[in-house]
């Protein structure tokens, strides 16, 4: 039997008097002992305020927030001298964080498409060229749209171009036949929105050209940076060819449209899918590689080595090709965070302080969300901040008793060393992301830690000490041995991807995490990461709430896509049928992945469902459960009938007059104006309904698809009962 040993006995016993009997002065001298790690949560709260700006239903008006932000530097300033002061300086540090969102929102704010425009005549200058199998995706800053004005011109809009666009690059100005239309809505209330993603990218539009693409002025000067990494990328991947070529391409460059799609899959299946975007493991590589290398290579002379600082040399060598990957690369936000963090550990070494602690991480965090608030809500930043926490939280913590119980080790213990580290290193790491990979991905890679244990070392021994050469020699043309060996490393880490991924149950799919679910893991990380006092245990309390959220939440009876072309329903087994396999096939499968599906079921035409619920007609179905009626009509003749005896009415046509037996009534111009439809059913509280836009509010990035001239059908449609 486990006995609690006496001494933690006593010890959680006084703790809980002293709460008992003085629960602020408890707090107080806690919060004190923790003194040296309160700064680390200074981009929590930071973030904190972010978050509150995206999860209202409203945009804040600017001038109240300057008041409010004035209000709470005020109140922190006059309490700094009492025991609330504390509490003073995060609610501060909240209205900064919900005051530079909208700050950053007003700074971006640009027109967006109202409705499809084309086919009609593009004329623009181009600002970068994404290179796929199929077709290129040009983003182009519009001159001449069709009859569009000046001031309702979007400042950017993404177009595929299938023919005639080997030739384009950045800078240059080309004119087209193009058809675009704003960026797509929710598939669903509380999935990916891509509609804000695309505003903060000053993207208005997205389409596509019918024809080819004709290069009216060649570019000159503008856009010299995407023409050398498109020319890089080209150069690399056609020196190594095949599948390798493509990654290589990703690796150095950070563009990854030469990369095929069963290569991506199977590295995402292998848990190595994060070796494709430039984040801190390839940042970390390149730049340690050229500080150790330097260093080596300065240490072979003895007299520079003994009279001059070479290790700072080093470092500023490591911060400079830093600078410059993360330039050619894109600056996507985990590589902004890893050369933050790189550059924050060279200057630690050129001022001969500690490199790496959490602090270091929050200043990182810290720069990042005062530039781009943004970035608090896209998966790049959650993931590459979650890692990189908890693999500095546990170094801090167990790092030196690691270091300690290694000691003196021969060569083969020190490589069991080594790959030790690398699985302890992708436990922590996989841990820490797999709740945002579920979130995001609606998956997880079973056997992420074999991949990694076979394939980072790959990537770092082999593959990017070997690009990083090529990438050095390539203006002296002298990359062609170093490419090759470069590609043959990659063709073994493909060679392990694919062996991983076709392992049985390589990847596990998941029911989609509410926001309520990532919330509670990623609170409960934090406060198990950032404090060292024994109550970080409970932080493991938010994490298992959260990891248990996709199967504590409710997933939709009845979905309904934004241009009323398809419709979802579950089963009571809980598989789902769609009601077409060719319509809004990218919505279909956003559907089956929130619910953590490969395929869906038949739709039961003339027949009943497997359940024996639903059953359907030219006219459209009729679902039954529990007392209640649910009837999905499709054509107008069978409006009036279900709305004289269903308890609710989801109409693809529109209903004119009223549904006096309906509680809920959702047609045509309802999914029209606020997009996607969801409802949920309870047999004791009955049905209810969300759509995409009551749950977004009235927010800059979202537009208002009902023009004016059908304002009277609008009014008919919100009159009715």
């Not at 056609?238 to 493509?246: P, V």
Request: hydrophobic letters at 50%.
């Amino acid at each position: 039997m486990y006995h609690i040993p006496a001494g933690l006995t006593r010890r959680l016993g006084a703790a809980a008097a002293r709460l008992l009997r003085d629960p602020a002065g408890a707090l107080a001298a806690a919060l004190e002992a923790e003194r040296g790690r309160l700064f680390n949560f200074v981009p929590v709260l930071f973030g904190g305020g972010i978050a509150v700006y995206f999860g209202l239903p409203f945009e804040p008006a600017l001038p109240w927030l300057g008041f409010l932000a004035v209000l709470a530097m005020f109140a922190a300033v006059q309490l700094r001298a009492t025991p609330i002061r504390l509490p003073a300086l995060a609610c501060l540090l909240v209205v900064l964080g919900l005051a530079a969102a909208a700050l950053r929102t007003e700074a971006v704010r640009a027109p967006i498409l109202p409705a499809e425009v084309g086919p009609t005549e593009l004329a623009g200058e181009v600002l970068a060229v994404e290179r796929r199998p199929d077709a290129a995706r040009l983003v182009i800053a519009p001159d001449r749209f069709g009859r569009l004005r000046a001031e309702d011109m979007p400042q950017k809009v993404r177009i595929s171009v299938r023919t005639g666009a080997e030739a384009i690059r950045a800078g240059d100005t080309v004119t087209m036949l193009a058809v675009a239309g704003p960026p797509s809505p929710p598939a669903e209330p509380g999935a990916f929105d891509f509609q804000r993603y695309a505003f903060y990218r000053g993207l208005g539009g997205y389409g596509y050209a019918l024809g080819a693409a004709e290069i009216v002025r060649p570019g000159e000067g503008s856009g010299w940076l995407s023409r050398l990494r498109d020319r890089m990328a080209s150069r690399i991947a056609g020196a190594i060819g095949g599948a390798a070529g493509g990654v290589a391409a990703a690796l150095i460059t950070g563009d990854r449209s030469r990369i095929g799609e069963a290569e991506e899959q199977a590295l995402r299946d292998a848990g190595l899918a994060h070796l494709l975007a430039i984040s801190g493991l390839h940042m970390g590589l390149v730049t340690g590689f050229l500080f150790f290398g330097l260093r080596a290579l300065l240490a072979l002379h003895p007299p520079l080595a003994l009279r001059r600082p070479i290790k700072k040399w080093a470092a500023l060598a490591a911060i400079a090709g830093g600078a410059g990957y993360l330039v050619l690369t894109g600056g996507s936000v985990p590589t902004v965070r890893a050369f933050v963090m790189v550059a924050l550990v060279m200057l630690a070494v050129l001022a001969d302080r500690r490199a790496i602690s959490l602090r270091t991480v929050a200043l990182a965090a810290m720069l990042i969300l005062a530039l781009s608030p943004e970035a608090l809500v896209e998966p790049g930043f959650q993931m590459s901040f979650a890692a990189v926490t908890a693999l500095v939280a546990a170094y801090e913590r167990y790092g030196d008793r690691w270091r300690r119980s290694g000691g003196e080790r021969g060569l083969l213990r020190r490589i069991g060393g080594y790959l030790a580290g690398v699985a302890l290193t992708t436990l922590i790491a996989g841990a820490a992301t797999g709740p945002f990979a579920i979130y995001h991905f609606n998956r997880f890679a079973d056997y992420g830690v074999l991949g990694n244990l076979a394939g980072i070392p790959l990537v770092a021994f082999w593959v990017m000490p070997t690009g990083t050469l090529a990438a050095l020699a390539m203006p002296f043309g002298l990359d062609g041995p170093l490419l090759w060996l470069m590609g043959q490393g990659i063709d073994a880490v493909l060679t392990v991807a694919h062996w991983v991924a076709a392992l049985p149950g390589a990847v596990r799919l998941v029911p989609a995490m509410p926001v309520w679910g990532l919330s509670a893991v990623a609170l409960g990380g934090l406060w198990l990461c950032l404090w060292s006092r024994g109550w970080r245990v409970l932080g493991l309390g938010g994490i298992a709430i959260g990891l248990a959220s996709p199967h504590l939440a409710e997933r939709p009876l009845i979905r309904v896509d934004s241009d009323a072309r398809l419709v979802a329903v579950r089963t009571e087994a809980g598989a789902v049928m769609l009601s077409s396999t060719r319509r809004e096939k990218f919505t279909a499968d956003q559907w089956l992945a929130r619910d953590g599906l490969t395929g869906s079921l038949p739709w039961p035409a003339r027949l009943a469902s497997p359940d024996g619920r639903m059953r359907c007609d030219d006219a459209g179905c009729i679902w039954r459960a529990d007392g209640w009626m649910i009837a999905l009509p499709v054509h107008q003749r069978a409006v009036a009938e279900d709305c004289t005896r269903a308890d609710v009415v989801i109409s693809l046509v529109p209903v004119f007059g009223r549904c006096p037996s309906a509680r809920i009534v959702i047609d045509r111009f309802d999914i029209w104006r606020e997009g996607a439809h969801a409802l949920w059913f309870d047999a004791r509280a009955g049905p209810s309904a969300r759509s995409v836009n009551a749950v977004r509010g009235r927010r800059p990035w979202i537009r208002d698809p009902v023009p004016a001239k059908d304002q009277y059908w609008r009014k008919r449609a919100v009159s009715r009962p």
